[in-house]
């Protein structure tokens, strides 16, 4: 299992790589690698240019901005696990990286490799999801922002133009009296999810629902938002029928479904993690004043 | 370590000899030879389960450069003196051998059978070459359930066979029919156990060298029986034993797929003949799914007769095994998983028919436990359901059928593969049972659990006991030298995956001679060192080549006290060997190194030997078996199982375990932990898995799950020691025991916890989906 | 050689320089061109852990990255892991101890993670289930992992939880 021939380039600069990703024919950006290389080694692709753009410092880093903070394509996820900045302003985040792969690969791995790549078992696309992130895409013709809810469009595809790099990643801080929770289920606690469920609970002053998010994993393309149940939740005290109801509604999912994994259980389990995955975040809302 | 007094060293927890130059990367496994000038190999494989080839068009991968051939199997026969490579073990019941060939003639019957072999200065560019070769392949129907297949109307796997069927054979004694006519009780479960296999961390590779001048052909081979390698090597290509050499270098885990002589095996010492020159191949982990053979599929459909009491009268039934595409390492594993199911239970009558089917999937060969831990599995659910019927709890019913230790030796009427019969030879195990439970806290669980269901949480203990026949023969050979420069050299036909088999050897050899074993070396895995030999399989090692090194390095210190009694003019009885030396006893100071005997037995131009003895101080034995020695052991394992989820956590895991004398119980230990790893996951994790065609759907590390770390739980052994009379050192086997128990021993513990559902379990691996399908419809109930 | 590239990098605090296919991946470039064999291959495709290395400082499949991507950087393998004395580090001894390893191919991966873990974790003492956790990218099939986790428990553990025997 060899990689295939291609021409490597390894751009410094972003507008370097922008050049070479509109102006090669048949290039793939390499980002931590840990899903392309594989696929490279199995011979599962096989681009004539491979364009790192791991060289590229503008590309890295965490930085905040008023209600929100911003993450370069290019930040590794295990650089977002160690950042206590994230820890402290999204917990949500902090929690799904817990769950990524392994150590070695989180290392090399970086959070736009991952939203690029839309695996449907991948865990930040679904924090993307739960969290309204925004990104930043740069192409040919300059910048432009998209909502991570219109990035994915297919398996394993998203929406970029030909030309275009997505080069950073921007999430809302998380408000006061607000919890998160990020729950996955697979056989191995490492491996990516069967169904994971990402949930975010508002309470307001008077401990009522002031908002909630949820966003489920691992059962078709690209991740889900439950909009209706969390229109549901809100005003209501967090109360475990509030919880199943919203439960129920994410067992309706229509899941893809494998051998191992059918598509029934995967709506069950679809059910069970949001029901629990909300009881945790609202339980952590409740505890916390601030975060 | 220090040396000592002659046969101390057993039972010692001796720091491996293998360690240190593992731990630095010193090594040398089969991709680490460098043969200057060799080429590099890669099979081009069917994509295709089954069907017929029309035409394979290699022009385009022979012209890309660097690329010295592309061989098909019409360039390899002239090589070989038989279409197909021989490897038929004899078998009773066994209707025709399917043989494979070396590359696909004009059928393929597997996804992933090896139909051509490019050659280039690369494997990078052997690949690409892969990639331009075109092939037309008339799609023929596969043949994926060995049920089905056994069906009249069934499509054939192969088609030059007559059809499916393969072998028929089965156990039987005792007078079923009677059984069954008198059982109080009678229940009949049916079982279905899914694909898995060894997986070794480093795959399966060989080097080949033909060296023209010598005649002689050198084959490094990552595998676990060279000396059946070299046979096989020598028939094929037409060469004596003399000029065919095997080597095994370093191998990074065996589990038993490395025992089986693969086409690639024959191919690659074939291509370097062909083209003169040095070849590599080294397996990638796409073709250790689809290319190395694989087991564990087993269809049983079984009936209990018992009394009103619990206890066993009879079990018959059908075990409906699938073979693959061939039948590389005859039938013996389905009659294993049979006379396994016995256990350490007194059944007075046995009958099952086994029925081995030809399928479109990876041949089917011993994977560790080799059709054991199935038998085990379903002899174990067959008594967790008796002692539903009857109430009875689970750790009575079997202590109502477990054989006495006052009843040892115990013969079974089955007649094993050497033709005697099947005998228990020492053990007592209702004591292991005992402490089994007392150590993993049987008696108190049931409060545990219903404090635990309080919480809302199911925690489940399981139980199994097994028994394990180790120590298969027919022999072993091991020779001990000590050199003039003292260098104490042991030379074994047995062979090293990790088991600690230099470790062993030179324990027991250390301890006879009272040398420190890190200082003796010792050679396996090679034909030129050891001309005869059988290798690892059955978890033989210790006892047969164990045994033959204590009977030659007994002869070796004999032969030194002889040797000294004559240079320190003693008598033979008042000399000990303590040290590396022999001395009068009670006078350390007159004495004489092993050193300085080998020494004088080595000779000098025209003086006599001491004592006009044999020349060299060495000796060599083989270890003839005298029968099965049987390992057994009692595993519990409590769990947690999350109804909702249908997530199963190992939360304990007890061993209780008795393989005779324990030449190094830190290694023992890890032989079991070892196992019950391999074990837990055939039973939560691991599954190959083909669709409806035949198409392996499980080809990487992703699909195909082994147990991590994170997922394995701590394993608490504990020992008794039985020691076999059917050997001096009284050992048995310990590679496979791990593996035995844990199926049952985990689905048991998951049934307990998911009682309140009735759940009962019957199919293999057990995935969260097919367990949240139990307890659904246990609750609807 | 298609698209070659010249590299130099640091390995085991040795200086190489090398012309290398764009395509090799740093494993086979560490084995095949540098001779360090000591760095195992078992699946290629990320998962087991036998080629993991340390980059400059951090754990890395190195099955899953191009040997041009070293160029420039400090590359820690298991030959580099003794002192120069040849003394074993305590990850290694420990390892031997508690018979942490069988056939050793996955042992140089499970070394040099471990050795990340010590260095991230200086004066913290580790639990059982940070190890296992820390050990989960490692496949082993030989040992259960059991001698592996009590080796970590030795030398990064709590001192109730060093030299257990089991
Ligand atoms: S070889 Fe790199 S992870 Fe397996
Ligand atoms: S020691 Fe053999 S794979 Fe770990």
């Not at chain 2, 898995?196 to 033909?210: C, K, L």
């Not at chain 2, 039938?331 to 199911?341: D, V």
């Not at chain 2, 806290?441 to 049931?446: L, N, S, T």
């Not at chain 2, 042991?490 to 470790?503: E, K, L, R, S």
Request: contains cysteine.
């Amino acid at each position: 299992m060899k990689a295939p021939p291609f021409k490597y380039h390894a751009p410094r600069a972003l507008a370097e790589a922008l050049d070479m990703t509109a102006g090669l024919d048949n290039a793939r950006a390499l980002a931590g690698g840990q899903s392309l290389m594989p696929l490279l080694n199995l011979r599962m692709a096989a681009p004539d240019h491979l364009i790192d753009l791991g060289n590229i410092a503008e590309l890295r880093g965490v930085f905040e901005d008023g209600a929100r903070f911003h993450i370069g394509a290019m930040t590794t996820q295990r650089d977002i696990e160690k950042s206590a900045p994230i820890a402290g302003l999204c917990p949500l985040l902090a929690q799904a990286i817990h769950h990524v792969g392994h150590q070695q690969t989180r290392n090399r791995g970086t959070i736009g490799g991952s939203l690029c790549h839309s695996d449907p078992g991948a865990e930040l696309p679904v924090a993307a999801m739960a969290l309204d992130a925004e990104l930043v895409v740069a192409g040919p013709r300059g910048e432009r922002a998209v909502a991570f809810r219109d990035f994915p469009s297919g398996y394993l595809s998203v929406s970029l133009e030909p030309g275009e790099l997505l080069t950073r990643v921007s999430f809302p801080k998380a408000g006061p009296r607000e919890g998160s929770a990020f729950l996955e289920f697979n056989l191995r606690p490492a491996d990516f999810a069967v169904v994971s469920v990402a949930a975010r609970v508002a309470l307001d002053e008077a401990g009522h629902i002031a908002h909630a998010s949820i966003a489920v994993g691992g059962v078709q393309a690209a991740p889900i938002r439950l909009l209706e149940a969390e229109n549901a939740l809100r005003g209501h005290a967090p109360s475990r029928e509030a919880f199943e109801a919203a439960a129920r509604a994410a067992a309706e999912i229509d899941c893809d479904g494998d051998d191992v994994h059918p598509a029934d259980f995967r709506s069950e389990l679809c059910g069970v993690l949001t029901r629990r995955a909300l009881t945790q975040a609202a339980t952590r809302a409740a505890g916390s004043r601030h975060v | 370590m220090a040396g000592g007094t002659a046969g101390t060293l057993i039972g010692a927890r001796t720091p491996r000899v293998e360690d240190a130059r593992l731990l630095r990367g010193g090594g040398r496994f089969l991709d680490d030879i460098v043969v200057p000038g060799a080429l590099e190999a890669v099979f081009f494989r069917s994509p295709v389960a089954h069907g017929l080839i029309r035409k394979i068009d290699v022009a385009a991968a022979r012209a890309l450069p660097d690329v010295r051939a592309v061989l098909t199997y019409d360039d390899l026969r002239p090589l070989l003196t038989s279409d197909r490579i021989s490897l038929a073990l004899p078998a009773a019941g066994i209707r025709f051998n399917v043989d494979p060939f070396v590359l696909a003639r004009k059928e393929v019957c597997y996804a992933g059978e090896p139909i051509a072999l490019i050659v280039a200065t690369s494997r990078r560019v052997a690949e690409d070459a892969a990639g331009l070769i075109e092939i037309d392949i008339e799609p023929l129907p596969a043949v994926g359930d060995p049920v089905a297949g056994l069906d009249p109307g069934s499509p054939k796997a192969r088609l030059d066979c007559p059809d499916n069927f393969v072998a028929k054979t089965g156990v039987d004694y005792g007078d079923i029919d009677h059984a069954f006519a008198a059982a109080a009780h009678v229940l009949r479960e049916r079982f279905r156990l899914g694909k898995g296999g060894g997986f070794s961390i480093e795959p399966r590779g060989v080097v080949a060298r033909y060296d023209p001048l010598e005649d002689r052909l050198t084959v490094w081979d990552s595998t676990q029986m060279p000396h059946r390698a070299r046979a096989v090597l020598a028939t094929c290509l037409g060469l004596s034993e003399q000029q065919t050499r095997v080597v095994a270098p370093d191998v990074g885990g065996g589990f038993g797929p490395k025992a089986v002589f693969h086409p690639e095996e024959l191919a690659i010492p074939a291509a370097a003949m062909l083209l003169k020159q040095p070849v590599k191949w080294v397996e990638d982990r796409f073709e250790s799914f689809t290319a190395t053979v694989a087991e564990r599929d087993q269809d049983w459909d079984m009936e209990a007769a018992f009394d009103a009491e619990g206890r066993l009268l009879g079990i018959r039934g059908r075990l409906c095994y699938d073979h693959g595409a061939s039948t590389p390492y005859g039938i013996a594993l389905p009659f294993n998983a049979s006379t396994n199911m016995i256990g350490p239970y007194i059944l007075p009558a046995f009958r099952v028919s086994i029925e081995l089917c030809l399928t479109n999937k990876t041949p089917a060969a011993p994977t560790r436990g080799a059709g054991r831990p199935q038998g085990a599995y379903v002899m174990e659910r067959l008594l967790d359901a008796m002692a539903r019927k009857l109430g009875v709890p689970r750790d009575e019913i079997r202590r109502r059928n477990l054989i006495p230790a006052d009843r040892m030796p115990y013969p079974i009427p089955v007649k094993q593969r050497d033709g005697s019969l099947m005998t228990y030879d020492s053990g007592d195990y209702p004591e292991c049972q005992r402490r089994a439970l007392a150590a993993a806290g049987w008696r108190d669980f049931p409060a545990r659990q219903a404090a635990a269901l309080r919480e809302g949480r199911h925690i489940g203990l399981g139980l199994c006991n097994y028994v394990e026949g180790t120590g298969r023969g027919p022999f072993e050979s091991a020779s001990v030298r000590v050199n003039p420069s003292g260098q104490i050299v042991v030379t074994t036909g047995a062979t090293a995956q990790g088991q600690g088999v230099h470790t062993m050897l030179a324990q027991i050899v250390g301890g006879e001679l009272g040398v420190a074993p890190e200082t003796i070396l010792v050679q396996s895995g090679d034909t030129q060192t050891s001309p005869l030999g059988l290798g690892a399989f059955a978890s033989r090692q210790a006892v047969t080549a164990g045994n033959a090194a204590k009977a030659a390095a007994v002869l070796v210190a004999r032969k030194a006290k002889a040797a000294a009694a004559h240079l320190l003019e003693a008598s033979p009885d008042d000399l000990e060997l303590v040290d590396g030396a022999v001395r009068v006893r009670g006078v350390p100071g007159h004495r004489k190194t092993l050193t300085e005997i080998a020494r004088s037995l080595a000779g000098a131009a025209g003086f006599s030997l001491p004592g006009g003895m044999a020349p060299g101080l060495a000796a060599a034995s083989d270890f003839l078996t005298a029968g099965l020695t049987y390992t057994n052991g009692t595993h519990l394992a409590e769990v947690e199982v999350d109804h909702e989820t249908g997530a199963v956590k190992i939360l304990r895991y007890v061993v209780v375990h008795d393989c005779g004398t324990m030449i190094n119980p830190m290694m023992v230990e890890g032989q079991i932990a070892g196992g019950v790893v391999h074990g837990i996951g055939m039973t939560l994790f691991e599954w190959m898995r083909y669709d409806e065609m035949a198409q392996p759907l499980t080809a990487t590390f992703v699909d195909y799950l082994l147990p991590t770390s994170d997922v394995a739980p701590r394993i608490e052994i504990h020992h008794m020691e039985s020691p076999t009379p059917l050997n001096p050192l009284g050992v048995k086997g310990a590679a496979e025991s791990g593996v035995i128990g844990a199926p049952a021993t985990i689905v048991s513990a998951i049934e307990d916890a998911l009682a309140p559902f009735n759940v009962v379990i019957r199919d293999l691996p057990l995935t969260p989906a097919k367990l949240r399908a139990l307890v659904r419809a246990g609750t609807k109930r | 050689m298609s698209d070659p590239r010249e590299i130099a990098l640091v390995v085991n605090d040795v200086r190489h320089a090398r012309v290398v296919e764009s395509r090799v991946n740093l494993a086979d470039f560490l084995r095949h061109e540098l001779g360090l064999f000591g760095t195992h291959v078992g699946c290629e495709h990320g998962v087991c852990g036998a080629c993991t290395v340390l980059v400059d400082g951090a754990s890395v499949r190195s099955c899953l990255m191009l040997a041009v991507q070293a160029g420039g950087k400090n590359v820690e393998t298991i030959e580099g892991v003794a002192a120069a004395d040849g003394a074993s580090h305590p990850v290694q001894a420990a390892l031997a101890k508690h018979h942490g390893l069988q056939c050793g191919y996955c042992t140089p991966g499970v070394v040099m993670t471990l050795i990340e873990l010590g260095r991230e974790n200086i004066g913290k003492p580790l639990g059982e289930a940070e190890i296992r956790h820390a050990l989960s990218g490692n496949l082993c099939r030989c040992t259960g992992y059991q001698g592996i986790v009590d080796a970590g428990l030795d030398v990064f553990g709590a001192p109730a939880d060093k030299g257990s025997e089991t």
